[in-house]
Nanobody
Framework: QVHLQESGGGSVQAGGSLRLSCVAS????????MGWFRQNPGMRREGVAV???????TYADSVKGRATISKDKDNNTVFMEIDNVKVEDSAMYYC?????????????????????WGQGTAVTVSS
């Protein structure tokens, strides 16, 4: 099992940028998918972005063109930056680790089968 620790949440003005980090420890496997989900109360956890062991990336339509996910393999850290943030980007953001394929299906259905989650970091975007 891998331990995931997020950081970087907080308050940001609409139009600004947010940057999140996730450090994986325990027994991280570089071939795993690493990604970000977000959730608001009463809503389903939504996949935002995922990166695989080779660096292939998939984004949800809601952030495509505004988000950048990247990975520092040496430090087992995944980053995500969202530019031009919107009020609807407000949510609890969770880091997740799972097995390939790391694609749109992983983002859409991952809430069902992903076992390794961080505790979450809250993001609030104000207008």
């Amino acid at each position: 099992q891998v331990h995931l620790q997020e950081s970087g949440g907080g308050s940001v003005q609409a139009g600004g940028s947010l940057r999140l980090s996730c450090v994986a420890s325990g027994n991280p496997d570089s071939t795993r998918c690493m990604g970000w989900f977000r959730q608001n109360p009463g809503m389903r956890r939504e996949g935002v972005a995922v990166i695989d062991g080779d660096g292939s990336i998939t984004y949800a339509d809601s952030v495509k063109g505004r988000a950048t996910i990247s990975k520092d393999k040496d430090n087992n850290t995944v980053f995500m930056e969202i530019d031009n943030v919107k009020v609807e980007d407000s949510a609890m953001y969770y880091c997740a680790a799972g097995w390939p394929p790391c694609n749109g299906a992983w983002l859409k259905q991952g809430y069902r089968f992903i076992k390794d989650w961080g505790q979450g970091t809250a993001v609030t975007v104000s207008s």
